[in-house]
């Protein structure tokens, strides 16, 4: 093969790397029509049975053109996410929640505030941010907080019940609520202000702020007793595909024991346990549980500090995580192969799906 031969052949990639592009624009404009004649009938964003016949299509499709069915299914997921985004950024839009209403994001400048300011824009909310980082926009967004129709704290529990006690002075009109990720620090502060006549909720995104698409994504709200303030939080998600769950208040932090304050105990123990000196290899569990914790650590020390320590249901969560490692050991020592299957078993059961 001759360089003219495989230039030709790079540039014949080269237009079909442009269809491609193409293709999937012409995707998605047919996706955006699909949304809206969904919204007309008052069907959801998301139809698995839909999806999974796509996908089914695709492999069937790649088996016949000799195709890896896996590479065409990924292909094909990747649009079915891009599609759900598109038309669950299109709901938001409709349904236009916060349409010609005014909302304060306290903290708005970090990077879960910077997502909820996204988020309520994108329902029609003018939104003011106070924040310690953006100075030029303090004036304003304090001369509306009495006014506006919502005030989301985005700041830390400790911070935002300091906050709280202060706003309890002179309650805003609309409704307050926070986004924090332990509820401990906040309950005495919450009640104060309710006391006052404060409207008062409380939800917990259960996912980063890099996430784009809220398929499949948790978000919980916690029941703090006044129902039309928990009504108007959960309104913000209705449009979205996310799924809500509702819980007590109190109840919070119990959950997010094992589901925060263990799983990122687990990924500090991981980091802190591996070896100064890089390896020059790496499996691919390795690989996993490395990008995992490396993922973590590099996350505010302040914000974790405080779900390990003010989250008063940590510690025992964090002491199963010893026990569980001091079993390991105990089995390895005794060389017991069959308390070694044992644990394996009892591992299968709790990490079990469905």
């Not at 985004?85 to 708005?108: K, P």
């Not at 914000?303 to 490692?325: G, K, M, T």
Request: proline share 5%; with cysteine; charged share 25%.
């Amino acid at each position: 093969m001759t360089t003219h031969d495989l230039d030709a052949l790079r540039q014949r990639i080269r237009e079909l790397d442009d269809q491609l592009v193409t293709l999937t624009a012409q995707r998605q404009r047919l996706v955006r029509q699909v949304g809206e004649e969904k919204r007309r009938q008052g069907l959801p964003t998301v139809d698995f049975a839909q999806e999974r016949q796509v996908l089914e299509r695709a492999r069937e499709q790649a088996a016949g053109q000799g195709l890896d069915p896996g590479l065409a299914e990924d292909l094909l997921l990747r649009l079915i996410r891009s599609s759900v985004a598109a038309q669950e950024e299109d709901s938001l839009r409709h349904a236009a929640t916060g349409a010609g209403e005014q909302a304060v994001v306290v903290g708005g400048a970090g990077r879960i505030g910077r997502w909820i300011t996204r988020f309520l824009e994108a329902q029609g909310f003018a939104v003011a941010i106070l924040d310690p980082q953006l100075l030029e926009e303090k004036e304003e967004a304090e001369e509306l907080l009495p006014s506006a129709k919502l005030v989301l704290y985005a700041t830390p529990p400790g911070e935002t019940a300091r906050l709280y006690r202060k706003l309890a002075e002179a309650p805003p009109k609309g409704v307050v609520a926070d986004l924090a990720s332990i509820k401990t620090p906040l309950l005495e502060a919450i009640r104060r202000l309710q006391r006052a006549g404060g409207r008062v909720a409380s939800l917990h995104p259960m996912f980063g702020p890099s996430v784009l698409v809220l398929r499949e994504a948790d978000v919980l709200i916690c029941d703090t007793g006044d129902a039309e303030a928990t009504a108007a939080v959960e309104a913000l998600f209705r449009p979205t595909t996310a799924r809500l769950v509702h819980l007590p208040l109190v109840d919070h932090d119990r959950l997010m024991a094992d589901l925060l304050s263990l799983a990122h105990a687990t990924a500090f123990a991981f980091a802190l346990a591996l070896p100064e000196a890089n390896h020059p290899v790496r499996s691919t569990t390795f690989r996993a549980l490395e990008q995992l914790a490396s993922s973590i650590v590099r996350e505010s020390p302040d914000v974790y500090y405080e779900i390990q320590a003010d989250n008063p249901h940590s510690l025992a969560a964090v002491e199963r995580l010893r026990a569980a490692v001091e079993q390991l050991l105990t089995v390895v020592r005794a060389r017991s192969v069959a308390d070694f299957r044992a644990l394996l078993a009892e591992g299968r059961r709790r990490t079990r799906q469905g």
